[in-house]
């Protein structure tokens, strides 16, 4: 499994684009990206997965080069709410992997 | 729909007592996932089966079991409990050969073991 770097924690303000930026040197071609949300108290959620170039959706967008050995998940226009933990994660979609493993995450704090 | 729902929501045990936690899918979800959270940390996945009658050891499997007798259940058990074992404990389900994404999480059981 690719193993992925994450910075521990962030800070940001109300209104502001915050970038998440997830190291994965050795992922494998047939890997996906894939970045889950946890609010305090709460379950962990799906957010947005891609492959390569620029995913977006109604939550973020994923950018990941074409080397694809990083990926930035990008929040556009934070607010309180978003503060949550940011998990990035690599794998392939089938093929026999059965585990879903998570890392320590990125902390992501906003403020007023 | 209601998703992921894990029971119960908090638990406190004495040293040494027994207990199943059980987490109930209605998505018809293949795989099924079982972690724990301590403060501060990411999720360690305890134990996943990727279908009905089977399981499989995760990254931290030691002290707990468990069991996927039908499809929408899976089971963890603590034989004697330990207060090492006082965590958040969260529940999930993915659809087959979908492993690595859109995995549905329930709320979480809160136990501490005293």
């Known amino acids: 499994l690719a193993k992925t770097t994450q910075p521990i924690s962030m800070d940001s303000y109300e209104g502001q684009e915050v970038n998440i930026t997830c190291s994965h040197n050795?992922?494998?071609?047939?890997?996906?990206i894939t970045w889950y949300q946890q609010f305090p108290s709460q379950g962990p959620r799906f957010i947005i997965q891609?492959?390569?170039t620029k995913v977006t959706n109604e939550v973020a967008s994923l950018f990941i080069p074409a080397d694809r050995k990083s990926s930035t998940l990008s929040l556009p226009r934070v607010s309180l709410s978003d503060t949550a933990v940011y998990y990035c994660?690599?794998?392939?979609?089938?093929?026999?992997?059965?585990?879903?493993?998570f890392g320590a995450g990125t902390r992501l704090a906003v403020h007023p | 729909n209601a998703g992921v729902t894990q029971t119960p929501k908090f638990r406190v045990l004495k040293t040494g007592q027994s207990m199943t936690l059980l987490c109930a899918q209605d998505?018809?979800?293949?795989?099924m996932y079982w972690y724990r959270q301590d403060p501060g940390m990411g999720l360690r996945l305890i134990h996943y089966?990727?279908?009905?009658?089977?399981?499989a050891k995760g990254e931290v499997p030691d002290g707990y079991n468990v069991s996927r007798l039908k499809k929408q259940n899976f089971l963890l058990g603590l034989e004697s409990a330990a207060p090492s074992q006082t965590s958040v404990y969260f529940c999930?389900?993915?659809?087959?050969?979908?492993?690595?994404?859109?995995?549905?999480f329930g709320q979480g059981t809160r136990l501490t073991v005293v």
């Open positions: 089966s990727v279908g009905e009658g089977t399981t």
């Open positions: 994660l690599v794998g392939p979609l089938s093929g026999g992997y059965n585990k879903l493993i």
């Open positions: 998505m018809n979800h293949e795989y």
């Open positions: 999930a389900s993915s659809f087959q050969g979908r492993m690595n994404t859109e995995a549905f």
């Open positions: 050795n992922i494998a071609t047939n890997d996906y």
């Open positions: 891609g492959y390569k």
